[in-house]
């Protein structure tokens, strides 16, 4: 069966510093990967997706930047973080339109 | 574009009582809807889906919804809630279907309390 593996589940960082989080999935080739970001009140915000080995498609502007170094890893990253980058992350895959989501990591910036 | 709007931000319910959880949509084409629990600190784990067929939807844990094209919604209806019900629930359109993306697009969640 298919799995998705998301780490860290939690990270505390400075403001500043840079930023890398892992996204695995097993079990599927060729998924369709997601990142989405999850603010208080706010839902859930697509942030970036991918069809392919580096191929990133980016939904909103902003301070961060994804890439898909292989099938199924799927890395966000900063080169400095902000504040408002805080909150929490959740990595997807889709199959037939249905997403399946990782446990999510807890990003705060200090 | 698509958008879904969630109006209940929190509701509180009593243990036994039903539930109801409003889910308008706004989408070109035939939507493909979902909806998605969320327990706190925790990802997504799919309820239910609709993509085409009977209009009312049978879900995991007791729950079901139905799809409205006339009034653009997708309800969540459960007729007993656990306490085990409570957490935050997410309705979402998928966008892009067919094609390379399958896009997500979700609602702001509702808040579900229940109280003993």
């Known amino acids: 069966s298919q799995t998705i593996h998301q780490w860290p589940a939690t990270l505390v960082q400075p403001v500043g510093s840079p930023l890398s989080l892992e996204c695995t999935v097993e079990?599927?080739?060729?998924?369709?990967l997601y990142w989405y970001r999850q603010a208080a009140g706010r839902g859930l915000q697509l942030l970036f997706y991918s069809v392919g080995i580096g191929q990133i498609s980016s939904e909103v502007p902003q301070n961060l930047s994804a890439s898909r170094p292989q099938d199924r890893q799927f890395i966000l990253s900063s080169k400095k973080l902000l504040l408002s980058d805080s909150g929490f992350y959740l990595c997807?895959?889709?199959?037939?339109?249905?997403?399946?989501f990782g446990q999510g990591t807890r990003l705060t910036v200090v | 574009a698509q958008s879904v709007t969630q109006p209940d931000i929190h509701i509180t319910v009593s243990e036994g009582a039903s539930l109801e959880l409003r889910c308008n949509y706004s989408y070109g084409a035939t939507p493909y809807l979902f909806w998605y629990v969320q327990s706190p600190g925790q990802g997504l784990q799919l309820l239910l889906k609709y993509f085409s067929g009977d209009t009312l939807v049978q879900g995991i844990k007791g729950f079901e919804a139905e799809f409205k094209r006339s009034q653009s919604s997708f309800n969540l209806r459960k007729p007993s809630v656990h306490w085990s019900d409570a957490a935050e629930y997410f309705c979402a359109v998928g966008a892009g279907y067919g094609g390379a993306t399958n896009k997500l697009i979700f609602g702001t969640g509702t808040l579900l309390a229940v109280q003993p």
């Open positions: 079990g599927t080739s060729n998924p369709n």
């Open positions: 997807a895959w889709s199959v037939n339109g249905e997403g399946f």
